[in-house]
């Protein structure tokens, strides 16, 4: 099975537990209605990545939970969640799930882009993911490597990395991965529409950085 088809599976498992949820609160409609933009998010990232091909996709370090160089290989959802936005996670062949590899092995296969997903047992400020991500870029191992030199170096909440708001989570990602191709699209103006329209609440915190890439 494709990482793409396990991404569908996913996502028809989540919708069908929002749409169980609704009937069980007798708010069906209200569950369509949120089923329905979670489809579209990700029916707009599959549109639009589709036609790309396996050498054209970024090389994504990805490393988690706070922990330098601490990884995911392709039996996570992780991977998944990479892949699905367009790139191409560099230790998906990795033997273990969770790879603690070395600063050499990075800077030998010198990725696009530097990915951190921050753990989702709390709340950040914008200027959390900000030190996260200057942490990233001030190793002095890295300073060489293209992703810390092109700047593509990405912090994200893991409250948008799973459940029903890991749509918001790819939306930065396929942005982050293909500025051009989403440059229309704003996930944080997304997001914000998400959680007033189906939470009636004022989204505050911080979950990307940079928000604006």
Same mark, same amino acid.
């Given at each position: ?61 990805? +490393? ?43 800077? +030998? ?70 500025? +051009? ?22 989204? +505050? ?9």
């Amino acid at each position: 099975m494709t990482l793409r088809k396990k991404a569908l599976q996913i996502l028809i498992s989540l919708l069908l537990v929002i749409e169980n949820l609704g009937r069980a609160l007798g708010k069906e409609e209200r569950a369509s209605e949120l089923a329905g933009q979670l489809k579209g998010y990700h029916d707009l990232i599959k549109e639009r990545t589709l036609g790309i091909n396996s050498e054209e996709r970024p090389t994504v370090f990805f +490393e988690w939970l706070g922990k330098p160089y601490h990884s995911a290989s392709n039996g996570t959802s992780y991977d998944n969640f990479i892949d699905f936005a367009g790139g191409v996670n560099i230790a998906a062949n990795e033997s273990v799930d969770y790879p603690n590899v070395s600063p050499e092995w990075v800077i +030998e296969k010198d990725p696009d882009v530097i990915l951190h997903i921050l753990g989702s047992s709390k709340d950040y400020t914008e200027e959390e993911l900000e030190q996260w991500r200057d942490e990233i870029i001030s190793r002095p191992e890295l300073q060489n490597s293209r992703a810390v030199k092109e700047g593509r170096v990405y912090v994200l909440s893991g409250t948008v990395a799973t459940g029903i708001r890991s749509a918001i989570g790819e939306l930065y990602l396929a942005k982050w991965f293909y500025p +051009e191709l989403f440059d229309d699209i704003d996930p944080g103006a997304e997001h914000e529409k998400l959680i007033q329209e189906f939470y009636n609440m004022k989204l +505050e915190g911080g979950y990307a950085y940079p928000s604006d890439a």
